[in-house]
Antibody
């Protein structure tokens, strides 16, 4: 079975850094399009970043230059390095897999990041 | 950036009713439009991919249509378990984007 498990979400002060992890099982992250999507309190889903199987990466303008997506194929894990965090980055962060194209067919349970002093 | 606008934002419906949610793209996206269901305290679930392809295991009462800029998610014979927020998502061009969501309340 395909499973995605996020971790790393915490309460952190503005300006801080954090790395989220998404451990995958049942498939190889290196062979799939992988995304991070977030949902701020009371808001809708917001696409954050993507890593294609070939290694190309892209970011939403709201996080470009501050967030970095990466993967460790040996650990079958996707990461999101988050720097210069702002209050507006407060959200539940989901990792999701694209399969058979770029629709997101499997999602993790999410991890909560709270940016507050 | 492609903006997706869903309508309505909220709808209160009765069981067995037919529901239509629309998603309009700010520019043509072909059929690169997907629909998700998100229930409280659950992760989003894929319902429809590429405008009209039902995802495995999704009840047949859910269907999608459209291409270009206008898309529709239809729920035939609504059930109480369909209470959720529904989102469209485009993968035509980067950055990929989501609609603002449509919340369905079951009366």
């Amino acid at each position: 079975d395909v499973q995605l498990v996020e971790s790393g979400g915490v309460l952190i002060q503005p300006g801080g850094s954090l790395r989220l992890s998404c451990a995958a099982s049942g498939f190889n992250v290196s062979s799939n399009y992988m995304s991070w999507v977030r949902q701020a309190p009371g808001k809708g889903l917001e696409w954050v970043s993507v890593m294609y199987s070939g290694g190309s990466t892209y970011y939403a303008d709201s996080v470009k230059g501050r967030f970095t997506i990466s993967r460790d194929n040996s650990k079958n894990t996707l990461y999101l390095q988050m720097n210069s965090l702002r209050a507006e980055d407060t959200a539940v962060y989901y990792c999701a897999r694209g399969s058979g194209g770029y629709s997101l067919d499997s999602w993790g349970q999410g991890t909560l990041v709270t940016v507050s002093s | 950036e492609i903006v997706l606008t869903q309508s309505p934002d909220f709808q209160s419906v009765t069981p067995k009713e037919k529901v239509t949610i629309t998603c309009r793209a700010s520019q043509s996206i072909g059929s690169n439009l997907h629909w998700y269901q998100r229930k409280p305290d659950q992760s989003p679930k894929l319902l429809i991919k590429y405008a009209s392809q039902s995802f495995s295991g999704v009840p047949s009462r859910f269907s999608g249509s459209g291409s270009g800029t206008d898309f529709t998610l239809t729920i035939n014979s609504l059930e109480a378990e369909d209470a959720a927020t529904y989102y469209c998502h485009q993968s035509s061009s980067l950055p990929h984007t989501f609609g603002q969501g449509t919340k369905l309340e079951i009366k």
